[in-house]
Structure formats: C-alpha cells, structure tokens
C-alpha cells in the first residue's frame, strides 16, 4: 500500500504559467482534500471531494481548480500561477465519515 | 482568521522534559479533536485524537487534555526524546456536507535537546 502519492515533488514555475498537481490514493477512500501549508498559517483547506464527481470550495479556494477524475485521483490545477501561491501543497483521503485523514508527501511549489 | 489558535510557535525542551502545547477553538461545533506530527519533508501523520465527551486521553507518552467549557485543549509529550522534535499541529473537525472539514492550528516546532 503506497497510500496517498502526490506528484511532483518540487516544481519553479514563471507567474502566470499553469501547472496541475497530481494526487492518487489506494486505501478506497472517498473523501479527498487538497491542503497549502504555509508558516504561520498551518494548513488550509483549498478544496475537497466527497465523492467522484463531486467537489467543493475550501477556506481559499481563489486561483485553484479541481478535478475529481475517478475514485482513487484528485488533481489540483493552477490556471495563472502567482507568487502568492508559492507554498507547500497537501493532498489528503478519507473514509467518509472516518475521522482520520491520511496525507501525501506534498510538493513545494515556487512562483517567481 | 484562524479558527484554532494554537500556541507557542516554538517550544525547545530537555530530553525528559514535559512538552506542552495548548489550542482553543471558538465554533461549538466542532466534534472531533487530534493532533497530527509532521517531521521535515514530510507530511502530517495522526498522533492522537479526543471527542469532547472525554476530559482526557492517554496513548503512551503522548496525554491530551480536553476543556469543553473552556474551548480549550492541550498535548502533553511526557518523558520527550529527541526523536519527538517535529512540528505538532491541533485540529478542530465538524462535517460539512459529509466531509471531514478540519481546521487546523497553525503549529508548533518542538525541539528537544539531547
């Protein structure tokens, strides 16, 4: 069981450049989250997913798109990086009403 | 703002010292308490959790404290090792829609000298 992955590990983007961030869990959860971690701030919720098909805005939500492929990948989409994006990036699994959630590695991810 | 205000930011403790990190939380609605540790590089991994309808719980070296009446709770790290220096985080769940929606503080770096 590997988990929660995420990918990639690192990533330098230029403003304004895209980027998708993948995440994939094998532990059949339904929930998943994605989570920026900055100092200061702890973690923050950008979006989750209940279920495949379904996705809801986070605490900050502004300047990220989410796609639910399937039950096991959830992906994070920059559309217009900026430099206030710059941060430590957390995909996250749950069971549904399971109290625990699981985390990936995260990636750091610089905007210049 | 944060809805879990945890603190301090940083704590340094002697090898066998207590460690002691304290949140509080203002939305009554929250059902569910843990703390996660995160080492360098990582990320967070559940280290124990509380429901309010507990004052205490105790996993080996690792005691949190709940105070419903004061919106408060803490993480008592007894007999700390150096291998306990990590960044500690107390979150505050309540479900939204069938989801987990945890808020989390904003951490504590934990040293522990040898």
């Known amino acids: 069981n590997a988990g929660v992955t995420q990918t990639p590990k690192f990533q330098v983007l230029k403003t304004g450049q895209s980027m998708t961030l993948q995440c994939a869990q094998d532990?059949?959860?339904?929930?998943m989250y994605w989570y920026r971690q900055d100092p200061g701030m702890g973690l923050r919720l950008i979006y989750y997913?209940?279920?495949?098909?379904?996705?809801d805005k986070g605490e900050v939500p502004n300047g990220y798109n989410v796609s639910r492929l399937n039950k096991r990948e959830f992906s994070l989409r920059l559309e217009s990086a900026a430099p206030s994006q710059t941060s430590v990036y957390f995909c996250?699994?749950?069971?549904?009403?399971?109290?625990?959630?699981?985390f990936g590695p995260g990636t750091r991810l610089t905007v210049l | 703002q944060q809805q879990v205000k945890q603190s301090p930011q940083s704590l340094i403790v002697q090898k066998g010292g207590i460690s002691i990190i304290n949140c509080a939380y203002e939305?009554?609605?929250?059902?569910?308490f843990p703390w996660y540790q995160q080492f360098p590089g990582k990320g967070p991994a559940l280290l124990i959790a509380i429901r309010p309808d507990v004052s205490e719980k105790k996993e080996g070296r690792f005691t949190i404290s709940f105070n419903k009446s004061a919106k408060q709770f803490s993480l008592h790290i007894m007999d700390s090792q150096p291998g306990d220096s990590a960044t500690y985080f107390c979150?505050?769940?309540?479900?939204?829609?069938?989801?987990?929606?945890?808020?989390f503080g904003a951490g504590t770096r934990l040293t522990v000298k040898p």
């Open positions: 979150a505050a769940r309540y479900y939204l829609r069938n989801n987990n929606d945890m808020r």
């Open positions: 997913s209940a279920s495949e098909g379904t996705t």
């Open positions: 996250a699994s749950s069971e549904n009403r399971g109290n625990e959630q699981f």
């Open positions: 532990m059949n959860h339904n929930s």
């Open positions: 939305n009554t609605a929250f059902d569910y």
